[in-house]
T-cell receptor
Framework: GQNIDQPTEMTATEGAIVQINCTYQTSGFNGLFWYQQHAGEAPTFLSYNVLDGLEEKGRFSSFLSRSKGYSYLLLKELQMKDSASYLC???????????????FGRGTQLTVWP | NAGVTQTPKFQVLKTGQSMTLQCAQDMNHEYMSWYRQDPGMGLRLIHYSVGAGITDQGEVPNGYNVSRSTTEDFPLRLLSAAPSQTSVYFCATQPRGGGLAFFGQGTRLTVV
């Protein structure tokens, strides 16, 4: 089976930096996604890592270490609109297949205070 | 370009009733899937399809059926609704190889 762990809740203040961690234990690992989900809405794509290292997209960065089964999402210059759930998802390739299924963590609810 | 369209957005069913949740996409993606999202449980895969005529089970398939007769449509059928199926359901599409997933807006289902 797939095991993906992330903290349930985090809080931070406007303008601060927050790091949301995700650890995973999977077979057939083929990439890690971060999604943002506001209450009552669908998840939307934030970032993707398939190789080790840091990917930066504006205020958001994501890091991956495949040997440690570890990723984090870094949010800088926090804004009130960043209050949302952040989902870590691992892409898994079935043996002998090009099919890649996504397995999601339970999400981290981030609250940004003024 | 609508992307992924789910209908209905809200539905209330009585225990034992059947219904179909619709999902349509216009992105020509091969891979389509259904997830349910429950509080504290994250997104769990119900069924998925890698192309027309091909479907398979995910993590929590019991009580649900799917079919894929066209690339565009992937309906999810609840055969006999149970209160345990109260959830928010998301349809998602992915391009060939199962990369980035695009989600529909969700269907909030309540079974009483």
């Amino acid at each position: 089976g797939q095991n993906i762990d992330q903290p349930t809740e985090m809080t931070a203040t406007e303008g601060a930096i927050v790091q949301i961690n995700c650890t995973y234990q999977t077979s057939g690992f083929n990439g890690l996604f971060w999604y943002q989900q506001h209450a009552g809405e669908a998840p939307t794509f934030l970032s993707y890592n398939v190789l080790d290292g840091l990917e930066e997209k504006g205020r958001f960065s994501s890091f991956l270490s495949r040997s440690k089964g570890y990723s984090y999402l870094l949010l800088k210059e926090l804004q009130m609109k960043d209050s949302a759930s952040y989902l870590c998802a691992v892409r898994v390739l079935d043996r002998g297949s090009t099919l890649g299924r996504l397995y999601f963590g339970r999400g981290t609810q981030l609250t940004v205070w003024p | 370009n609508a992307g992924v369209t789910q209908t209905p957005k809200f539905q209330v069913l009585k225990t034992g009733q059947s219904m179909t949740l619709q999902c349509a996409q216009d992105m020509n993606h091969e891979y389509m899937s259904w997830y349910r999202q429950d509080p504290g449980m994250g997104l769990r895969l119900i069924h998925y399809s890698v192309g027309a005529g091909i479907t398979d089970q995910g993590e929590v398939p019991n009580g649900y059926n799917v079919s894929r007769s066209t690339t565009e449509d992937f309906p999810l059928r609840l055969l006999s609704a149970a209160p345990s199926q109260t959830s928010v359901y998301f349809c998602a599409t992915q391009p060939r190889g199962g990369g980035l997933a695009f989600f529909g807006q969700g269907t909030r289902l309540t079974v009483v």
